[in-house]
């Protein structure tokens, strides 16, 4: 009647390592011994309690010299647009879900 003990419990598993665990110096220097690739990368601005954060382009911000404005095409693009939208006897919203955007975005451009 020893199979009555209910109260046994037996794990087949181990539980997988939690990330702490993995970052552990005991971790590295075995996964060093093991050849195992290791990389090493620092989140940006992390631990930081800043509000503002600065943007990741502040570099290309830094070298650029001139102007910062978008490209826009002219007037005579739009107007080809236009027409070529009437031909076609298209609404704008028509063109827009054409085009797949939205109505306020198409009348943006």
Request: proline share 2%; hydrophobic share 30%; with cysteine.
């Amino acid at each position: 009647m020893s199979e009555e003990d209910w109260d046994t419990v037996t794990y087949l598993r181990k539980k997988p390592p939690k990330a702490s665990q993995l970052r552990s110096q005991q971790a590295i220097n075995a996964a060093q011994r093991q050849g195992l690739a290791i990389e090493t990368t620092k989140k940006f601005n992390a631990a930081t309690n800043k509000q503002h954060l600065t943007t990741l382009n502040t570099s290309k911000l830094d070298k650029e010299t001139e102007q910062l404005h978008h490209e826009t095409v002219g007037l005579d693009v739009g107007r080809l647009i236009q027409q070529g939208r009437q031909n076609k006897g298209l609404t704008q919203k028509d063109l827009a879900t054409v085009g797949n955007l939205s109505l306020k975005k198409l009348l943006l451009c």
